[in-house]
Antibody
Framework: EEQLVESGGGLVQPGGSLRLSCAAS????????MHWVRQDPAKGLVWVSR????????FYADSVKGRFTISRDNAKNTLYLQMNSLRAEDTGVYYC????????????WGQGTLVKVSS | DIQMTQSPSSLSASVGDRVTITCRAS??????LNWYQQKPGKAPKVLIS???SLRSGVPSRFSGSGSGTDFTLTINSVEPEDFATYYC?????????FGQGTKVEIK
């Protein structure tokens, strides 16, 4: 079974940092582009970042550019999101998800990890 | 960014009803439109890709149509397990963006 499992969320003060992880299993992780998507009550589902299968290409939403860094370790089948200079508006459930080459939708998704930025 | 607008934001339906949800894109997105279902506490799950292609394992009572800027998700004869929130999402141009969601509730 193809599975994604996020971890690393929690409560952090504004200006703080957090690193999210996403462990993949049941598929050849190194073949796929991977993405992070955030969900919050105010803005709904928002794409955050993506990384190429070999890690050489990375893209970010304007709202997180310069503060977040996406990375991956294909030997460990794990995706990361380093989140620095956190703001209240970064609060939400963060999902990791996959896009297959030549396809244009997110599938599957992890169960999500909650990040709350608050003093 | 392309804005995706769903209507209605919520609706009430009885088991067996036909439900229609619309999604409008701020610019033409050809057929690069996907539909997801999300139940409380769970991740979204893709139902329909590229406007009308039913994903494996999704019941045939779900269907999608449209192209350009206007799209529709239809549930023929709603079942109890279909009460959830539905999102459209465009993948025509980066950043990929989502609609705000349509909550389908039991009448």
């Amino acid at each position: 079974e193809e599975q994604l499992v996020e971890s690393g969320g929690g409560l952090v003060q504004p200006g703080g940092s957090l690193r999210l992880s996403c462990a993949a299993s049941g598929f050849t992780f190194s073949k796929y582009w991977m993405h992070w998507v955030r969900q919050d009550p105010a803005k709904g589902l928002v794409w955050v970042s993506r990384i190429s299968s070999d890690g050489s290409s990375r893209f970010y939403a304007d709202s997180v550019k310069g503060r977040f860094t996406i990375s991956r370790d294909n030997a460990k089948n794990t995706l990361y999101l380093q989140m620095n200079s956190l703001r209240a508006e970064d609060t939400g459930v963060y999902y990791c998800t996959r896009v297959e080459e030549g396809r244009y939708w997110f599938d599957p998704w992890g169960q999500g990890t909650l990040v709350k930025v608050s003093s | 960014d392309i804005q995706m607008t769903q209507s209605p934001s919520s609706l009430s339906a009885s088991v067996g009803d036909r439900v229609t949800i619309t999604c409008r894109a701020s610019h033409s997105i050809s057929s690069y439109l996907n539909w997801y279902q999300q139940k409380p506490g769970k991740a979204p799950k893709v139902l329909i890709s590229v406007a009308s292609s039913l994903r494996s394992g999704v019941p045939s009572r779900f269907s999608g149509s449209g192209s350009g800027t206007d799209f529709t998700l239809t549930i023929n004869s709603v079942e109890p397990e279909d009460f959830a929130t539905y999102y459209c999402q465009q993948s025509y141009i980066s950043p990929w963006t989502f609609g705000q969601g349509t909550k389908v509730e039991i009448k």
